[in-house]
Antibody, heavy 114, light 107 residues
Framework: EVQLVESGGGLVQPGGSLRLSCAAS????????MTWVRQAPGKGLEWVAN????????NYVDSVKGRFTISRDNAKKSVYLQMNSLRAEDTAVYYC???????WGQGTQVTVSS | DIQMTQSPSSLSASVGDRVTITCRAS??????LGWYQQKPGKAPKRLIY???SLQSGVPSRFSGSGSGTEFTLTISSLQPEDFATYYC?????????FGQGTKVEIK
């Protein structure tokens, strides 16, 4: 059974940091690009970042460039999102996604508030 | 960034109705478009990829068409389980961008 399980979300103050993790199982993780997508409360979907199979290429939406870093560990079948200098507008449910296979995690809530 | 303009933003329909949702891209994206369905509290699920290819396991009442800048998702006969929010997603150019969503509600 395919599973993507996110963790690491929570409440953080503006300017703070969080590291999201996503553990994959049930498919050949190292063969696929991995993506983070977020959804602010009551809003639509926003693509955040993705990373190539071997980690050699990474892409980000402009609003997170310089603040967020995506990485992966194929030996651990995991992808990560390091989020620094968090802002209120980063508040959202963050989904880990294998877009080509349409596998989605259940999402992890990130709330940025004082 | 490529803007995806979805219309309508919401609609009310009855079971059995034919429903059409449109997505317009701010520039040509070939056929690099998918359609997603999201139900409250759940992760999205892809219905259509490459503009017109039906995702495995998705009922045949869903269909997609278009290329370039104009795309359409059609539900031929709306079923109770189809009441949800639908999004288009272009992946022709970085960053991939979603439409703002269409909420399909019960009339």
């Amino acid at each position: 059974e395919v599973q993507l399980v996110e963790s690491g979300g929570g409440l953080v103050q503006p300017g703070g940091s969080l590291r999201l993790s996503c553990a994959a199982s049930g498919f050949t993780f190292s063969s696929y690009w991995m993506t983070w997508v977020r959804q602010a409360p009551g809003k639509g979907l926003e693509w955040v970042a993705n990373i190539k199979e071997d980690g050699s290429e990474k892409n980000y939406v402009d609003s997170v460039k310089g603040r967020f870093t995506i990485s992966r560990d194929n030996a651990k079948k995991s992808v990560y999102l390091q989020m620094n200098s968090l802002r209120a507008e980063d508040t959202a449910v963050y989904y880990c996604v294998t877009v080509s296979l349409d596998y989605w995690g259940q999402g992890t809530q990130v709330t940025v508030s004082s | 960034d490529i803007q995806m303009t979805q219309s309508p933003s919401s609609l009310s329909a009855s079971v059995g109705d034919r429903v059409t949702i449109t997505c317009r891209a701010s520039q040509g994206i070939r056929s690099d478009l998918g359609w997603y369905q999201q139900k409250p509290g759940k992760a999205p699920k892809r219905l259509i990829y490459a503009a017109s290819s039906l995702q495995s396991g998705v009922p045949s009442r869903f269909s997609g068409s278009g290329s370039g800048t104009e795309f359409t998702l059609t539900i031929s006969s709306l079923q109770p389980e189809d009441f949800a929010t639908y999004y288009c997603l272009q992946h022709d150019r970085y960053p991939p961008t979603f439409g703002q969503g269409t909420k399909v509600e019960i009339k």
